[in-house]
């Protein structure tokens, strides 16, 4: 399996972004998925959950401003970050959530800063 995020950058604080993870291989739909990520002398930490299921699950910190969704079709996940703020800093990843991680892809990069 092979996981791609995409769609970070720089943002103003109050601004948003939409990350995306496409991933490879069979059977995507059954895996619950989620968004993680680390700053910078910080340890990894998830951000989002979704289950196969389409239920859902929020970091405190991002409670009411990120929205996790998946579209089992395209093999992707998504994360839509509205109202970021400076402390959201840090490289993005997907994975499994819930269960043994796969190999970690790249991760996409998300600055936020005036």
């Known amino acids: 399996v092979q996981l791609v995020e995409s769609g970070g950058g720089l943002v103003q604080p109050g601004g948003s972004l939409r990350l995306s993870c496409a991933v490879s291989?069979?059977?995507?739909?059954?895996?619950?998925m989620g968004w993680y990520r680390q700053a910078p002398g910080k340890e990894r930490e998830l951000v989002a959950g979704?289950?196969?299921?389409?239920?859902?699950d929020y970091a405190d910190s991002v409670k009411g401003r990120f929205t996790i969704s998946r579209d089992n079709a395209k093999k992707t996940v998504y994360l839509q970050m509205n109202s970021l703020k400076p402390e959201d800093t840090a490289i993005y990843y997907c994975?499994?959530?819930?269960?043994?991680?796969?190999?970690w892809g790249q991760g996409t990069q998300v600055t936020v800063s005036s």
């Open positions: 994975n499994t959530y819930r269960g043994r991680p796969w190999s």
């Open positions: 291989g069979s059977f995507f739909s059954i895996f619950a």
């Open positions: 979704i289950t196969s299921a389409g239920s859902t």
